[in-house]
């Protein structure tokens, strides 16, 4: 079975503080990925890689970091959190493209509220 | 850029009712997903449909690449279904960057 877990799973930060989301996934894929969720609202990507010691900007990079210092662990960092970065962050790793049966395995969340 | 759009937003049905969710996508895609994700939970993948008609147990998706939607058919709801349903697309050749529609979130009552 697929696992990908996330920590902490909810998170209080204040404003200007610095965050730091991990994932680690038991699934041997070279695909990672960081999704943030909004309430009401689909998932958007934030940064991803595709082997370790490389990250790739998503479609909102901005103010968001990422380290993969391994195939298996995966972090977001937020240098300066602020409001806006309120949301349910979402870790997935998947195979490489072209993979037949491919698909995104999902982390449980992990919710961060910025205060 | 690429949009998802799904349509009803929200869904209330009685059990055994069947529910029928829409996702329309304003470019063409290379893989289209959908995904379920439980009440304050994570996403799990339900089956992927770029083209044609897929079934998975109670669930048939048809997607027409041509007119850039797809649909998700769940036949005799039950209780358990209640969650959100999102589309994805991969817009690229392959490359994975999945853009998620906002969901229809249903609610299936006893």
């Known amino acids: 079975e697929a696992a990908v877990t996330q920590s902490p799973r909810s998170k209080v930060a204040v404003t200007g503080g610095k965050v730091t989301l991990s994932c680690h996934q038991t699934?041997?894929?070279?695909?990672m990925y960081w999704y943030r969720q909004d309430t009401g609202h689909g998932l958007r990507l934030i940064h991803y890689?595709?082997?370790?010691?490389?990250?790739e900007k998503g479609d909102i990079p901005d103010g968001y970091k990422a380290s993969r210092p391994s195939q298996e662990n995966f972090s977001l960092i937020l240098e300066l959190a602020s409001l806006s970065q309120t949301a349910v962050y979402f870790c997935?790793?998947?195979?490489?493209?072209?993979?037949?049966?491919?698909?995104?395995?999902f982390g449980e969340g992990s919710r961060l509220i910025v205060v | 850029g690429q949009q998802v759009q799904q349509s009803p937003a929200s869904l209330v049905l009685q059990e055994g009712e069947n529910a029928e969710l829409q996702c329309n996508f304003s470019?063409?895609?290379?893989?289209l997903q959908w995904f379920y994700q439980s009440p304050g939970g994570s996403l799990v993948s339900l089956l992927s449909?770029?083209?044609g008609t897929k079934h998975t147990g109670r669930l048939t998706s048809t997607t027409v690449t041509k007119e850039r939607r797809s649909s998700l058919h769940i036949s005799s709801s039950q209780t358990t279904d209640s969650g959100t349903y999102l589309c994805?697309?991969?817009?690229?050749?392959?490359?994975?960057?999945?853009?998620f529609g906002s969901g229809t979130q249903l609610t299936v009552m006893p």
């Open positions: 890689s595709y082997v370790a010691d490389s990250t």
């Open positions: 994805a697309i991969d817009p690229s050749s392959g490359s994975w960057q999945l853009i």
């Open positions: 699934n041997n894929h070279d695909y």
């Open positions: 470019s063409t895609a290379t893989q």
């Open positions: 997935a790793s998947s195979d490489a493209p072209g993979v037949s049966g491919n698909t995104l395995y």
């Open positions: 449909n770029p083209s």
